[in-house]
């Protein structure tokens, strides 16, 4: 058996050394780290870690950063900038419609799903076969009504990324704000710094930070009632006592994700060879949205014939960890909605596993993760029925 193998970066990544050593310094610093709104000096001295917090983490998205407010997490950035925005219009002109798309994560189509059953019309725009959302679409999609489209920047489950620019400009051209969900794409420095948007979404602990925190940027003049109510926190946007040292965590991971400028060069040439070894290993097998331009670090495979949960247990069991898809879906039956989005049939998605990749991924990892691969399918050969009549 091997060294535990790690490739499930997108549902979480391990804490970066710099984001460790930056929290354990901030938790050394004992009673002189106060509560960052009193008055006094160890109050004084979080304000102050907080505030440069703040100005490290909207460095790496190139926006100011007094429109960043820090959240539980993506998933609360999300609901805030959905939800919110909603709250805001239903006040101001009444309900109206958002355009979003069918492969947002549940961050977004949940509270999407929620304002629809509030009487809120949601317009969700499908995608083409390599996932991508057609800019065209979106056009389409808005109306005079429109209060917000979202559109993520790169998903979670393909790694597939989206035409943002183009939906930024049809939303400018239209007077509709638009939020991004950038939880995937910004490790990977493939937004444009100084992205033109009006809400974007972050998370730590898909970038080195640790889980529990993440960010909503917000244009000063985006209409959005904050979702959490009660002390004036955040300029009264985002009510709590704000996470100190998880946000220099955050920071300091934001920090070595900006200065590592090679990361996605090297790691997208070890997933690159990731996938020819693979195919190699399992020839009838499909790289999903291998035609349009995807995150350096993320492989969806599609192994036909194949159980995609007796592979990630049989890879576990041999050190490697992979997933069926998204962590958010792992334990449901449920066929995943991004890959039905993109035509796959049933017994495809059945079949498909997620390879993703870190800044620590190393050859040698790699290597191993294919020789258990190489020992897993042929496992599956031996066992597999194959659903549509194909060869492992
Ligand atoms: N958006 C995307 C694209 C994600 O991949 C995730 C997490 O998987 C989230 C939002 C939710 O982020 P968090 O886990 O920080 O709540």
Same mark, same amino acid.
């Given at each position: ?5 790690? %490739?499930?970066?997108? +549902?979480?990544?391990? %804490?970066?050394? &710099? ?38 983490? $909207? ?19 999300? /609901? &805030?900038? @959905? ?38 019309? @949601? ?47 049809? +939303? ?11 939880? &995937? ?5 493939? %937004?444009?710094? =100084? ?45 709590? *006592? ?9 920071? +300091? ?13 090297? @790691? =997208? $040439?070890?997933?690159?060879?990731? #996938?020819?070894?693979?195919?190699? @290993? ?5 790289? /999903? ?18 159980? &995609? #949960? +007796? ?5 576990? %069991? ?11 879906? *792992? ?39 294919? #020789? ?21």
């Amino acid at each position: 058996m091997h060294a535990r193998i790690y %490739l499930d970066h997108n +549902a979480t990544t391990p %804490l970066a050394p &710099q984001a460790r050593e930056a929290m354990r310094a901030r938790l050394d610093e004992g009673d002189s780290l106060g509560n960052p709104s009193s008055p006094h000096r160890a109050g004084h001295r979080a304000r102050i870690l907080l505030e440069e917090a703040r100005e490290e983490v $909207a460095a790496l998205i190139g926006l100011p950063a007094s429109g960043l407010v820090f959240t539980s997490g993506g998933t609360e950035a999300d /609901n &805030q900038a @959905i939800v919110g925005r909603a709250r805001w219009r239903e006040r101001s002109i009444g309900r109206g419609s958002i355009v979003t798309s069918a492969i947002e994560h549940p961050a977004v189509l949940e509270p999407c799903a929620l304002l629809e059953s509030e009487g809120w019309r @949601i317009v969700r725009v499908g995608v083409d076969g390599s996932g991508r959302v057609d800019p065209g679409a979106v056009a389409a999609a808005c109306a005079a009504d429109t209060a917000l489209i979202s559109v993520m920047a790169a998903n979670n489950e393909t790694g597939v990324l989206q035409p943002i620019a183009e939906i930024g400009r049809i +939303a400018r051209a239209r007077g509709i704000p638009l939020h991004v969900d950038a939880v &995937q794409a910004v490790p990977w420095g493939v %937004l444009d710094a =100084g992205i033109d948007v009006d809400a974007l979404t972050l998370s730590a602990h898909k970038m080195g930070g640790p889980p529990g925190i993440g960010a909503i940027w917000m244009r000063e003049d985006f209409g959005c009632e904050p979702l959490i109510r009660g002390g004036r926190q955040e300029r009264g946007r985002r009510a709590g *006592t704000e996470a100190v040292i998880a946000a220099a965590g955050f920071a +300091a991971a934001a920090r070595a994700a900006a200065g590592d400028t090679g990361r996605a060069a090297r @790691i =997208g $040439a070890l997933r690159d060879r990731l #996938e020819r070894e693979l195919i190699a @290993i399992a020839p009838s097998s499909r790289v /999903n949205g291998a035609d349009a331009a995807r995150l350096p670090n993320t492989t969806s495979l599609t192994i036909p014939g194949t159980d &995609q #949960e +007796a592979i990630v247990i049989a890879m576990d %069991l041999r050190g490697v960890a992979i997933s069926t898809g998204s962590a958010c879906s *792992t334990g449901s039956s449920r066929p995943s909605h991004v890959l039905t989005a993109m035509g796959l049939a049933p017994d495809r998605m059945r079949s498909t596993v997620r390879w993703s990749l870190g800044p620590e991924t190393g050859a040698e990892m790699i290597d191993a993760a294919c #020789e258990a691969f190489a020992a897993v399918i042929g496992g599956a050969r031996a066992t597999a029925v194959p659903a549509s009549g194909e060869a492992v």
